[in-house]
């Protein structure tokens, strides 16, 4: 009797701690998987990759890979989380520099579960209101790789 008693306490237990497994895992996948600003001029075309944990910058298809704080991925991810996705493709840029190349033409692209949601274009430095605080947090990470 005291062998049953005790298999029945372990068997909650261990669906229980299944399922919490699970939906972390799930949680995990649903969220945002990788997000690009890209950069480009007549001669120069600069990508900015940011996934968790990483930066890789490619200038003219050089590349190069730098870790990154959790906390500035975690950042990065909820700003673009907030967003509604399927709209950023709609957002119209506040300037046309770009059309004279006197700024570089910049968009950003979001992965999210496996599909990408690419912004319309925008002069670098001057993204659509919408883009603005997710295009400033994505730079405020690249400066700071720059000055080490």
Known sequence: MKYFTIFLLIIPITLLNCKAKNTS????????????????????????????????????????????????????????????????????????????????????TITKNGTDYQSSEFDAGNPPVELKNLYDEIKKVIETKKSK
């Not at 704080?69 to 493709?89: D, V």
Request: glycine share 6%; no cysteine; hydrophobic share 30%.
């Open 25 to 108: 895992t799930h949680k995990s996948s649903t969220g945002i998987e990788k997000i690009s600003l890209s950069e480009l001029t007549r001669g120069t075309n600069r990508i900015f990759t940011l996934a968790n944990g990483k930066l890789e910058t490619s200038l003219n298809g050089n590349s190069n890979t730098e870790e990154i704080t959790q906390g500035n991925w975690a950042k990065i991810s909820e700003t673009a989380e907030k967003m509604n996705l399927e709209e950023i493709s709609k957002l119209e840029s506040p300037s046309t520099k770009r059309y004279s190349d006197a700024a570089f033409a910049s968009s950003i």
